[in-house]
Protein backbone atom coordinates (compact mmCIF):
# COMPACT_ATOMS: atom_id res chain seq x y z
CA UNK A 1 0.00 0.00 0.00
CA UNK A 2 1.52 3.19 -0.79
CA UNK A 3 1.18 6.59 0.80
CA UNK A 4 -1.21 9.21 -1.30
CA UNK A 5 1.19 11.83 -0.34
CA UNK A 6 5.21 11.31 0.48
CA UNK A 7 7.45 14.47 0.47
CA UNK A 8 11.37 13.90 0.85
CA UNK A 9 13.31 16.81 1.80
CA UNK A 10 11.59 18.86 -0.61
CA UNK A 11 12.87 23.01 -1.17
CA UNK A 12 11.73 25.67 -3.52
CA UNK A 13 13.01 28.95 -4.14
CA UNK A 14 10.85 31.37 -6.46
CA UNK A 15 12.80 33.03 -9.25
CA UNK A 16 13.55 36.19 -7.83
CA UNK A 17 15.45 34.28 -5.03
CA UNK A 18 12.93 34.29 -2.35
CA UNK A 19 12.66 30.98 -0.44
CA UNK A 20 9.23 29.95 -0.14
CA UNK A 21 9.53 26.20 1.06
CA UNK A 22 13.12 25.02 2.74
CA UNK A 23 13.84 20.87 2.96
CA UNK A 24 9.70 19.93 3.76
CA UNK A 25 9.07 16.37 4.76
CA UNK A 26 5.41 15.02 5.13
CA UNK A 27 3.61 11.73 4.37
CA UNK A 28 0.01 11.56 4.55
CA UNK A 29 -1.94 8.47 4.36
CA UNK A 30 -5.05 6.71 2.01
CA UNK A 31 -8.12 8.89 3.62
CA UNK A 32 -6.17 10.35 6.38
CA UNK A 33 -7.55 14.22 6.38
CA UNK A 34 -5.24 16.60 7.71
CA UNK A 35 -5.21 20.64 7.96
CA UNK A 36 -2.16 22.87 7.05
CA UNK A 37 -1.94 25.90 9.19
CA UNK A 38 0.64 28.89 9.74
CA UNK A 39 1.15 32.81 8.44
CA UNK A 40 0.47 34.18 5.23
CA UNK A 41 3.42 33.68 3.19
CA UNK A 42 4.54 30.65 5.59
CA UNK A 43 4.85 28.52 1.83
CA UNK A 44 1.16 26.32 2.46
CA UNK A 45 0.30 27.55 -1.35
CA UNK A 46 3.62 26.59 -2.43
CA UNK A 47 3.56 23.43 -1.26
CA UNK A 48 0.33 22.94 -2.72
CA UNK A 49 1.77 23.50 -6.29
CA UNK A 50 4.01 21.43 -6.15
CA UNK A 51 2.15 18.17 -5.16
CA UNK A 52 1.01 18.00 -9.09
CA UNK A 53 4.34 19.84 -10.64
CA UNK A 54 2.75 23.25 -11.13
CA UNK A 55 6.26 24.58 -9.56
CA UNK A 56 8.96 21.71 -9.37
CA UNK A 57 11.44 21.93 -6.45
CA UNK A 58 14.75 20.26 -4.98
CA UNK A 59 13.93 17.34 -3.59
CA UNK A 60 11.52 13.81 -3.59
CA UNK A 61 8.02 14.29 -4.16
CA UNK A 62 5.42 11.45 -4.63
CA UNK A 63 1.73 11.22 -4.92
CA UNK A 64 -0.45 8.24 -4.90
CA UNK A 65 2.23 6.10 -5.63
CA UNK A 66 3.78 8.10 -8.68
CA UNK A 67 7.08 9.53 -8.60
CA UNK A 68 6.68 13.63 -9.68
CA UNK A 69 8.39 13.41 -12.83
CA UNK A 70 7.92 14.78 -16.90
CA UNK A 71 6.61 11.08 -17.50
CA UNK A 72 4.26 10.54 -14.14
CA UNK A 73 2.72 14.15 -14.99
CA UNK A 74 -0.08 13.75 -16.54
CA UNK A 75 -1.46 10.60 -14.84
CA UNK A 76 -0.42 12.88 -11.16
CA UNK A 77 -2.54 15.98 -12.54
CA UNK A 78 -5.55 13.34 -12.67
CA UNK A 79 -5.03 11.79 -8.72
CA UNK A 80 -4.19 15.20 -7.50
CA UNK A 81 -7.69 17.23 -7.14
CA UNK A 82 -6.63 21.07 -6.57
CA UNK A 83 -8.83 23.55 -5.35
CA UNK A 84 -7.49 27.25 -5.98
CA UNK A 85 -8.41 29.44 -3.24
CA UNK A 86 -10.55 32.06 -5.46
CA UNK A 87 -13.18 29.47 -7.12
CA UNK A 88 -12.71 32.89 -10.86
CA UNK A 89 -9.56 30.87 -11.15
CA UNK A 90 -10.99 28.01 -11.30
CA UNK A 91 -14.09 27.92 -12.96
CA UNK A 92 -13.13 29.36 -16.51
CA UNK A 93 -15.89 27.85 -18.59
CA UNK A 94 -18.57 29.79 -19.62
CA UNK A 95 -21.11 27.01 -17.96
CA UNK A 96 -21.01 25.35 -14.78
CA UNK A 97 -21.21 22.26 -16.78
CA UNK A 98 -18.55 22.79 -19.19
CA UNK A 99 -16.03 23.34 -15.91
CA UNK A 100 -16.96 20.15 -14.16
CA UNK A 101 -16.26 18.11 -17.29
CA UNK A 102 -12.92 19.80 -18.11
CA UNK A 103 -11.24 17.17 -16.33
CA UNK A 104 -12.47 14.29 -17.77
CA UNK A 105 -12.57 15.85 -21.36
CA UNK A 106 -9.04 16.47 -21.17
CA UNK A 107 -8.69 12.94 -20.29
CA UNK A 108 -9.92 11.80 -23.07
CA UNK A 109 -13.01 9.84 -21.45
CA UNK A 110 -16.29 9.08 -24.03
CA UNK A 111 -18.52 11.00 -24.40
CA UNK A 112 -20.93 8.85 -21.82
CA UNK A 113 -18.43 8.31 -19.23
CA UNK A 114 -17.77 12.20 -18.91
CA UNK A 115 -21.81 12.85 -18.57
CA UNK A 116 -21.83 10.35 -15.68
CA UNK A 117 -19.01 11.68 -13.92
CA UNK A 118 -20.33 15.50 -14.24
CA UNK A 119 -23.71 14.61 -13.24
CA UNK A 120 -22.04 12.43 -10.88
CA UNK A 121 -19.89 15.09 -9.40
CA UNK A 122 -22.23 17.76 -9.18
CA UNK A 123 -24.51 15.40 -6.84
CA UNK A 124 -21.86 14.81 -4.23
CA UNK A 125 -21.38 18.33 -4.13
CA UNK A 126 -25.74 19.03 -4.43
CA UNK A 127 -25.40 21.51 -7.55
CA UNK A 128 -27.13 19.18 -9.72
CA UNK A 129 -29.75 21.64 -10.45
CA UNK A 130 -27.10 24.31 -11.64
CA UNK A 131 -25.59 22.40 -14.29
CA UNK A 132 -26.68 24.72 -16.83
CA UNK A 133 -25.97 28.00 -15.39
CA UNK A 134 -22.90 30.67 -15.45
CA UNK A 135 -20.66 30.38 -12.80
CA UNK A 136 -19.92 34.14 -13.52
CA UNK A 137 -23.11 35.63 -11.45
CA UNK A 138 -23.41 32.51 -8.45
CA UNK A 139 -22.83 33.17 -5.03
CA UNK A 140 -19.01 32.37 -3.45
CA UNK A 141 -20.60 29.55 -1.58
CA UNK A 142 -21.93 27.97 -4.38
CA UNK A 143 -18.42 29.02 -6.72
CA UNK A 144 -16.59 26.91 -4.08
CA UNK A 145 -18.65 23.83 -4.25
CA UNK A 146 -18.52 23.71 -8.12
CA UNK A 147 -14.55 24.34 -7.88
CA UNK A 148 -14.87 21.08 -5.71
CA UNK A 149 -16.79 19.68 -8.38
CA UNK A 150 -14.77 20.02 -11.37
CA UNK A 151 -11.86 18.39 -9.63
CA UNK A 152 -14.04 15.78 -8.30
CA UNK A 153 -15.19 14.83 -12.00
CA UNK A 154 -11.46 13.44 -12.37
CA UNK A 155 -12.05 10.91 -9.69
CA UNK A 156 -8.25 11.97 -8.04
CA UNK A 157 -6.99 9.98 -4.88
CA UNK A 158 -6.62 13.22 -2.72
CA UNK A 159 -8.41 16.09 -2.34
CA UNK A 160 -6.65 19.59 -2.08
CA UNK A 161 -7.64 22.79 -1.10
CA UNK A 162 -6.71 26.19 -0.34
CA UNK A 163 -8.51 28.04 2.55
CA UNK A 164 -12.15 26.63 1.25
CA UNK A 165 -14.01 28.41 3.99
CA UNK A 166 -12.36 32.01 3.05
CA UNK A 167 -14.72 34.71 2.14
CA UNK A 168 -17.49 32.66 3.12
CA UNK A 169 -20.88 33.62 5.05
CA UNK A 170 -21.34 31.33 8.18
CA UNK A 171 -24.33 29.46 6.26
CA UNK A 172 -21.97 28.65 3.21
CA UNK A 173 -19.21 27.77 5.64
CA UNK A 174 -20.73 25.31 7.67
CA UNK A 175 -22.16 23.63 4.49
CA UNK A 176 -19.05 23.39 3.30
CA UNK A 177 -17.95 21.67 6.46
CA UNK A 178 -20.26 19.59 6.01
CA UNK A 179 -19.36 18.33 2.55
CA UNK A 180 -16.05 17.75 3.16
CA UNK A 181 -16.68 15.96 6.44
CA UNK A 182 -18.78 13.50 4.21
CA UNK A 183 -16.19 13.38 1.20
CA UNK A 184 -14.36 9.70 2.35
CA UNK A 185 -11.24 10.57 0.50
CA UNK A 186 -7.59 11.64 1.54
CA UNK A 187 -7.15 15.91 2.05
CA UNK A 188 -4.56 18.11 2.76
CA UNK A 189 -6.35 21.39 3.96
CA UNK A 190 -4.46 24.60 3.88
CA UNK A 191 -6.95 26.99 6.26
CA UNK A 192 -7.01 29.58 8.90
CA UNK A 193 -10.19 28.73 10.55
CA UNK A 194 -9.03 26.95 13.32
CA UNK A 195 -12.31 26.11 14.56
CA UNK A 196 -12.71 24.01 11.27
CA UNK A 197 -9.33 22.00 11.77
CA UNK A 198 -10.74 21.14 15.65
CA UNK A 199 -13.79 19.93 14.08
CA UNK A 200 -12.85 18.07 11.03
CA UNK A 201 -9.29 17.22 11.08
CA UNK A 202 -7.84 14.81 13.13
CA UNK A 203 -3.97 16.20 12.58
CA UNK A 204 -2.46 19.55 11.93
CA UNK A 205 0.96 20.36 10.35
CA UNK A 206 2.11 23.62 11.37
CA UNK A 207 4.32 25.44 8.29
CA UNK A 208 6.11 28.61 9.47
CA UNK A 209 8.78 30.08 6.86
CA UNK A 210 8.68 27.30 4.41
CA UNK A 211 8.97 24.72 6.78
CA UNK A 212 7.04 22.08 8.91
CA UNK A 213 7.31 23.57 12.49
CA UNK A 214 4.91 20.98 13.97
CA UNK A 215 2.92 17.54 12.47
CA UNK A 216 0.86 15.22 15.23
CA UNK A 217 -2.62 14.91 16.59
CA UNK A 218 -5.02 18.49 16.21
CA UNK A 219 -6.06 17.94 20.02
CA UNK A 220 -2.08 17.69 20.93
CA UNK A 221 -1.25 20.98 19.16
CA UNK A 222 -4.19 22.84 20.29
CA UNK A 223 -3.44 22.70 23.76
CA UNK A 224 0.11 24.34 23.53
CA UNK A 225 -0.75 27.68 23.45
CA UNK A 226 3.02 28.84 23.43
CA UNK A 227 3.61 26.84 19.99
CA UNK A 228 0.62 28.25 18.31
CA UNK A 229 0.88 31.86 19.42
CA UNK A 230 4.83 31.92 18.35
CA UNK A 231 3.79 31.23 14.72
CA UNK A 232 0.53 33.27 14.49
CA UNK A 233 -2.09 30.97 15.40
CA UNK A 234 -4.91 31.26 17.89
CA UNK A 235 -6.35 28.04 19.99
CA UNK A 236 -10.32 28.48 19.06
CA UNK A 237 -12.16 29.43 21.93
CA UNK B 1 18.74 63.48 -15.78
CA UNK B 2 15.57 65.08 -15.70
CA UNK B 3 12.61 63.01 -16.76
CA UNK B 4 11.32 66.08 -18.62
CA UNK B 5 14.83 66.43 -20.18
CA UNK B 6 14.77 62.46 -21.82
CA UNK B 7 10.86 63.12 -22.71
CA UNK B 8 11.32 65.79 -24.76
CA UNK B 9 14.59 65.02 -26.30
CA UNK B 10 12.97 61.05 -26.90
CA UNK B 11 10.17 62.83 -28.59
CA UNK B 12 11.74 65.29 -30.31
CA UNK B 13 14.44 62.72 -31.50
CA UNK B 14 11.97 60.56 -32.58
CA UNK B 15 10.38 63.02 -35.26
CA UNK B 16 13.30 64.28 -36.35
CA UNK B 17 13.96 60.73 -37.39
CA UNK B 18 10.09 60.26 -39.04
CA UNK B 19 10.52 63.42 -41.09
CA UNK B 20 14.02 62.94 -42.43
CA UNK B 21 13.78 62.64 -45.65
CA UNK B 22 14.15 58.96 -47.35
CA UNK B 23 17.66 57.87 -48.74
CA UNK B 24 19.33 60.20 -46.60
CA UNK B 25 21.80 58.12 -45.66
CA UNK B 26 23.78 60.30 -43.99
CA UNK B 27 21.70 61.91 -41.89
CA UNK B 28 20.21 58.08 -40.73
CA UNK B 29 24.30 57.38 -40.00
CA UNK B 30 24.80 60.49 -37.50
CA UNK B 31 21.32 59.87 -36.01
CA UNK B 32 21.97 56.29 -35.50
CA UNK B 33 25.27 57.07 -34.38
CA UNK B 34 23.77 59.90 -31.63
CA UNK B 35 21.45 56.94 -30.50
CA UNK B 36 23.84 53.99 -29.75
CA UNK B 37 26.00 56.86 -27.97
CA UNK B 38 23.04 57.49 -25.95
CA UNK B 39 22.38 53.53 -26.03
CA UNK B 40 25.71 52.98 -24.16
CA UNK B 41 25.74 55.81 -21.88
CA UNK B 42 22.57 54.90 -20.77
CA UNK B 43 24.32 51.91 -19.38
CA UNK B 44 21.16 49.21 -19.92
CA UNK B 45 23.17 47.08 -21.93
CA UNK B 46 23.79 46.95 -26.10
CA UNK B 47 22.23 43.48 -25.82
CA UNK B 48 19.03 44.18 -23.76
CA UNK B 49 18.13 47.17 -26.43
CA UNK B 50 18.94 45.24 -29.58
CA UNK B 51 17.07 42.63 -28.55
CA UNK B 52 13.90 44.65 -27.83
CA UNK B 53 14.39 46.79 -30.80
CA UNK B 54 13.70 44.06 -32.96
CA UNK B 55 10.08 44.86 -31.83
CA UNK B 56 10.08 47.40 -34.48
CA UNK B 57 10.82 44.40 -37.79
CA UNK B 58 6.76 43.53 -37.89
CA UNK B 59 5.72 47.10 -38.26
CA UNK B 60 8.15 47.37 -41.07
CA UNK B 61 6.89 44.44 -42.82
CA UNK B 62 3.27 46.68 -42.95
CA UNK B 63 5.67 49.14 -44.94
CA UNK B 64 6.74 46.26 -47.79
CA UNK B 65 4.42 47.16 -50.59
CA UNK B 66 6.07 50.63 -51.26
CA UNK B 67 9.11 48.62 -52.66
CA UNK B 68 6.18 47.75 -55.93
CA UNK B 69 4.25 50.89 -55.23
CA UNK B 70 6.33 53.67 -55.89
CA UNK B 71 7.25 54.33 -59.63
CA UNK B 72 10.82 54.81 -60.95
CA UNK B 73 13.65 52.79 -62.67
CA UNK B 74 12.66 49.10 -62.30
CA UNK B 75 15.26 46.81 -60.33
CA UNK B 76 13.69 42.96 -61.27
CA UNK B 77 10.16 41.53 -61.59
CA UNK B 78 8.64 38.84 -59.72
CA UNK B 79 5.97 36.70 -61.67
CA UNK B 80 3.17 35.62 -59.58
CA UNK B 81 0.50 33.84 -61.20
CA UNK B 82 -1.50 36.42 -63.09
CA UNK B 83 0.09 39.28 -61.70
CA UNK B 84 3.60 40.69 -61.95
CA UNK B 85 5.16 42.65 -59.36
CA UNK B 86 8.08 44.94 -60.62
CA UNK B 87 10.88 46.11 -57.94
CA UNK B 88 11.57 49.64 -58.27
CA UNK B 89 14.61 51.61 -57.11
CA UNK B 90 12.73 54.41 -55.14
CA UNK B 91 10.91 51.84 -53.58
CA UNK B 92 13.69 49.49 -52.13
CA UNK B 93 14.79 52.86 -50.58
CA UNK B 94 11.84 53.76 -49.46
CA UNK B 95 11.65 50.02 -47.33
CA UNK B 96 14.89 50.78 -46.09
CA UNK B 97 14.56 53.79 -44.56
CA UNK B 98 11.50 52.83 -43.15
CA UNK B 99 12.95 49.99 -41.55
CA UNK B 100 15.56 51.97 -40.66
CA UNK B 101 13.74 54.83 -39.03
CA UNK B 102 11.69 52.65 -37.36
CA UNK B 103 14.81 50.88 -35.80
CA UNK B 104 16.38 53.75 -34.63
CA UNK B 105 13.55 55.58 -33.52
CA UNK B 106 12.59 52.49 -31.40
CA UNK B 107 16.06 52.30 -29.56
CA UNK B 108 15.05 55.84 -28.20
CA UNK B 109 11.69 55.02 -26.68
CA UNK B 110 13.35 52.00 -25.11
CA UNK B 111 16.47 54.45 -23.69
CA UNK B 112 14.04 56.41 -22.46
CA UNK B 113 11.68 53.19 -21.09
CA UNK B 114 14.18 51.40 -19.66
CA UNK B 115 16.29 53.86 -18.16
CA UNK B 116 13.37 55.92 -16.35
CA UNK B 117 11.22 54.81 -13.60
CA UNK B 118 7.49 54.76 -14.65
CA UNK B 119 6.28 57.15 -12.17
CA UNK B 120 8.56 59.94 -13.31
CA UNK B 121 7.97 59.43 -16.95
CA UNK B 122 4.00 60.08 -16.12
CA UNK B 123 5.35 63.30 -13.69
CA UNK B 124 6.91 64.17 -16.89
CA UNK B 125 4.39 64.17 -19.61
CA UNK B 126 2.35 66.15 -16.95
CA UNK B 127 4.83 68.55 -16.74
CA UNK B 128 5.15 68.85 -20.68
CA UNK B 129 1.01 69.64 -20.67
CA UNK B 130 0.42 66.00 -22.05
CA UNK B 131 -3.43 65.65 -21.37
CA UNK B 132 -3.60 64.53 -18.21
CA UNK B 133 -6.34 62.10 -19.03
CA UNK B 134 -4.14 60.46 -21.34
CA UNK B 135 -1.25 60.41 -18.82
CA UNK B 136 -3.47 58.58 -16.01
CA UNK B 137 -4.75 56.24 -18.77
CA UNK B 138 -1.07 55.43 -19.34
CA UNK B 139 -0.73 55.07 -15.75
CA UNK B 140 -3.69 53.04 -14.61
CA UNK B 141 -2.86 50.51 -17.65
CA UNK B 142 0.70 50.41 -16.48
CA UNK B 143 -1.30 49.49 -12.66
CA UNK B 144 -3.12 46.93 -14.00
CA UNK B 145 -1.51 45.50 -16.77
CA UNK B 146 0.33 43.41 -13.72
CA UNK B 147 -2.64 42.45 -12.38
CA UNK B 148 -4.09 41.06 -15.46
CA UNK B 149 -0.98 39.02 -15.97
CA UNK B 150 -1.41 37.56 -12.77
CA UNK B 151 -4.81 37.61 -13.05
CA UNK B 152 -4.00 34.94 -16.55
CA UNK B 153 -1.39 32.93 -14.75
CA UNK B 154 -3.42 31.90 -12.08
CA UNK B 155 -6.25 30.77 -14.99
CA UNK B 156 -3.65 29.07 -17.35
CA UNK B 157 -2.44 27.17 -13.69
CA UNK B 158 -5.90 25.99 -12.78
CA UNK B 159 -5.95 24.73 -16.38
CA UNK B 160 -2.81 22.95 -16.05
CA UNK B 161 -3.68 21.44 -12.57
CA UNK B 162 -6.61 19.50 -13.67
CA UNK B 163 -5.09 18.91 -17.65
CA UNK B 164 -4.37 15.25 -16.57
CA UNK B 165 -4.10 11.77 -18.13
CA UNK B 166 -6.35 9.18 -17.36
CA UNK B 167 -4.90 5.54 -15.82
CA UNK B 168 -7.17 3.62 -18.20
CA UNK B 169 -5.00 3.12 -21.45
CA UNK B 170 -5.51 3.62 -24.94
CA UNK B 171 -6.97 7.15 -24.37
CA UNK B 172 -5.40 9.89 -26.05
CA UNK B 173 -5.28 13.38 -22.90
CA UNK B 174 -5.71 16.76 -24.61
CA UNK B 175 -9.12 16.89 -26.34
CA UNK B 176 -9.90 18.13 -29.98
CA UNK B 177 -7.97 21.29 -31.27
CA UNK B 178 -11.47 22.94 -31.23
CA UNK B 179 -12.70 22.06 -27.87
CA UNK B 180 -8.81 23.41 -26.45
CA UNK B 181 -9.42 26.33 -28.92
CA UNK B 182 -13.57 26.67 -27.15
CA UNK B 183 -11.89 26.39 -23.57
CA UNK B 184 -8.97 29.13 -24.56
CA UNK B 185 -11.83 31.58 -25.57
CA UNK B 186 -13.42 30.65 -22.60
CA UNK B 187 -10.88 31.58 -20.12
CA UNK B 188 -9.95 34.86 -22.33
CA UNK B 189 -14.27 36.31 -22.13
CA UNK B 190 -13.70 35.16 -18.09
CA UNK B 191 -10.40 37.08 -17.93
CA UNK B 192 -12.11 40.21 -20.32
CA UNK B 193 -15.39 40.64 -17.98
CA UNK B 194 -13.18 40.34 -14.67
CA UNK B 195 -11.69 43.02 -16.27
CA UNK B 196 -14.56 44.93 -16.87
CA UNK B 197 -15.82 44.98 -13.27
CA UNK B 198 -12.50 45.46 -11.79
CA UNK B 199 -12.55 48.60 -13.36
CA UNK B 200 -16.06 49.51 -12.21
CA UNK B 201 -14.98 48.42 -8.57
CA UNK B 202 -11.55 51.12 -8.95
CA UNK B 203 -13.76 53.67 -10.80
CA UNK B 204 -16.06 53.41 -7.56
CA UNK B 205 -13.06 53.22 -5.34
CA UNK B 206 -11.39 56.48 -6.93
CA UNK B 207 -14.52 58.31 -6.74
CA UNK B 208 -15.42 57.59 -3.08
CA UNK B 209 -12.03 59.39 -2.57
CA UNK B 210 -13.02 61.98 -3.95
CA UNK B 211 -12.15 62.03 -7.76
CA UNK B 212 -13.45 63.87 -10.11
CA UNK B 213 -11.92 63.51 -13.14
CA UNK B 214 -9.03 65.65 -12.39
CA UNK B 215 -5.50 63.86 -11.63
CA UNK B 216 -3.04 65.88 -8.88
CA UNK B 217 -0.13 65.20 -7.99
CA UNK B 218 3.13 67.05 -6.48
CA UNK B 219 4.99 69.27 -8.81
CA UNK B 220 8.25 68.05 -10.13
CA UNK B 221 11.85 70.34 -8.56
CA UNK B 222 12.75 72.49 -10.61
CA UNK B 223 15.06 72.04 -13.73
CA UNK B 224 18.77 72.79 -12.96
CA UNK B 225 20.57 74.65 -15.12
CA UNK B 226 22.57 72.06 -16.89
CA UNK B 227 19.51 70.37 -17.81
CA UNK B 228 18.71 73.28 -19.56
CA UNK B 229 21.83 73.29 -21.20
CA UNK B 230 21.77 69.50 -22.50
CA UNK B 231 18.13 69.74 -23.44
CA UNK B 232 18.43 73.16 -25.45
CA UNK B 233 21.95 71.67 -26.90
CA UNK B 234 20.51 69.01 -28.10
CA UNK B 235 17.49 70.30 -29.48
CA UNK B 236 19.79 72.17 -31.63
CA UNK B 237 21.89 69.51 -32.63
CA UNK B 238 18.62 67.72 -34.11
CA UNK B 239 17.15 70.95 -35.62
CA UNK B 240 20.66 71.34 -37.62
CA UNK B 241 20.22 67.55 -38.53
CA UNK B 242 17.15 67.87 -39.87
CA UNK B 243 17.54 70.69 -41.79
CA UNK B 244 20.92 68.86 -43.38
CA UNK B 245 18.37 66.33 -44.25
CA UNK B 246 15.52 68.20 -45.96
CA UNK B 247 18.24 70.72 -47.45
CA UNK B 248 20.33 68.16 -49.15
CA UNK B 249 18.28 65.18 -49.81
CA UNK B 250 14.34 66.71 -49.29
Same mark, same amino acid.
Given at each position: MHHSIEINQLSFSYP??? #???? *?VSLSIQPCEKVALVGP???GKSTLMLNLNGILRGQGQVCVAGLELNEKNLGRIRAQVGLVFQSPDDQLFSPTVYEDVAFGPLYQGLSEAEVRQRVEQALAVVG???? #???? *????SMGEKKRIAIATVLSMQPELLVLDEPTAGLDPRARRSLIHLLGELEMTMLVSTHDMLMVRELFPRMVIMDEGRIVADGATAALMADEVLLSVHGLEKPI | MDPRVKFVLAIAFILTTAITPPGAWPVYILLLAMILAVDILSELGMGYILRRSALALPFVLAAIQVIFTISGPALFSIELGPWTLTVTQPGLERLISIGLKSWISVQAAIVLAGSTPFPDLMAAMRAVKVPRLLVAVFGLMWRYLFVMADEALRLIRARTARSGHADQPGLKPGGSLAWRGKVAGGMAGSLFLRAIERSDRIYMAMVARGYNGDVRSFALARMRPVDWLILCSSLGLLFVLLILGVLLFG
Open positions: DGH #AALN *SNGAMSDY #ARRV *SHHL | -
